[in-house]
C-alpha cells in the first residue's frame, strides 16, 4: 500500500536550504558592521553564491527575505514558549525561568537577525506588522495557560487573561530585545529569572518557587 504521508517538494527543500544559507550570509555581513538597510540583493546573493536571477525566484526583495527570516525566527521561540505549562514536567517557576533561558539563547543566537528585524521595522510598514502580529501567538498561549488555570483554581479569577497576557508578552519581549542588544550575556540567567518572577508571581499573587497545584 502507498505511503499516505506526502513528502516536502523539492521546491521547498531548495526554498528552505537557500534561506538558511542567506541568513548565514546576512549574519556574516551585518557581523562585519553593514546595516540591513545598506545591503543590497546584489550583495546578499554574491554572498550566497547565487545569481540575482535566482534571488528574485525565492523572494520579491530583500524585505521579503526579512520577512521569511523573521517568520522562522519566531516560529522557533514560540515553540520554546509553548512548551511550558505551569504543572507537569519542567513547570512551576524554575521551569519558567529555564524557558526564558531558553528563550534569550535562542535570541541571542540569532541577535544579528533580530537587530535587522528592529532596524527595518522602524521604518517599513510591512515588517513591523508581521513582527507585531507574530506576537499575537505567543499571546493567545499566555491567555489559553490563565484560562486553564482560572478554571482549575489556581490563578484569581480577578485576573483578565488577555490584558496579563499582553503584559507578560509585550513588555517581557521588550526586555528580551534590549538584553540580546545591550548586554554580552553574563547575565542572561538573572534577567530570565527576574522575567519569570515577574510572571508567576504577577499571575498567582502567591510566592511558591515550585509547580502550581
Same mark, same amino acid.
Not at 188 to 211: H, I, P, Q, S
Given at each position: ?20 544559507? $542567506? %541568513?548565514?550570509? $546576512? ?6 558592521? #553593514? ?10 546573493? /554574491?554572498? +550566497? ?13 530583500? #524585505?521579503?527575505?526579512? %520577512? ?9 521561540? *514560540?515553540?520554546?514558549?509553548?512548551? =511550558?505549562? @505551569? ?5 512551576? %517557576?524554575?521551569g519558567l525561568a529555564r524557558t526564558y533561558e531558553l528563550i534569550l539563547r535562542h535570541y541571542r543566537e540569532h541577535a544579528t537577525l533580530l537587530s535587522?528585524? /528592529?532596524?527595518? +521595522? ?8 508581521? =513582527? ?8 493567545? *498561549? ?18 483578565? @487573561? *488577555?490584558? +496579563?497576557?499582553? #503584559? $507578560? ?6 526586555? $528580551? ?13 538573572? #534577567?530570565?529569572?527576574? %522575567?519569570? /518572577?515577574?510572571? =508567576? ?13
Open positions: 500500500m502507498a505511503s499516505t504521508t506526502r513528502r516536502r517538494s523539492s521546491a521547498a527543500d531548495r526554498r528552505s536550504a537557500l534561506e538558511k544559507r $542567506i %541568513l548565514s550570509v $546576512i549574519d556574516e555581513l551585518l557581523r562585519d558592521g #553593514v546595516t540591513y538597510t545598506e545591503l543590497s540583493v546584489e550583495q546578499i546573493a /554574491n554572498a +550566497a553564491g547565487i545569481s540575482r536571477s535566482t534571488f528574485y525566484l525565492y523572494f520579491r526583495d530583500k #524585505v521579503d527575505v526579512l %520577512l521569511r527570516l523573521s517568520g522562522s525566527l519566531k516560529t522557533e521561540s *514560540h515553540a520554546i514558549a509553548a512548551s =511550558w505549562w @505551569p504543572c507537569g514536567p519542567g513547570g512551576g %517557576l524554575d535587522a528585524i /528592529n532596524e527595518v +521595522a522602524a521604518y517599513d510598514p510591512a515588517v513591523r506588522q508581521a =513582527w507585531t502580529a507574530d506576537q499575537g501567538r505567543f499571546v493567545d *498561549h499566555v491567555v489559553a495557560v490563565l484560562e486553564e488555570e482560572q478554571r482549575a483554581g489556581r490563578t484569581p479569577a480577578d485576573i483578565d @487573561p *488577555h490584558v +496579563a497576557a499582553r #503584559v $507578560i508578552v509585550q513588555g517581557g519581549g521588550q526586555v $528580551i530585545a534590549q538584553q540580546v542588544a545591550d548586554s554580552d550575556g553574563s547575565d542572561d540567567d538573572d #534577567v530570565a529569572r527576574e %522575567l519569570a /518572577n515577574g510572571y =508567576w508571581f504577577g499571575v498567582y499573587r502567591r510566592a511558591r518557587a515550585t509547580t502550581a497545584d
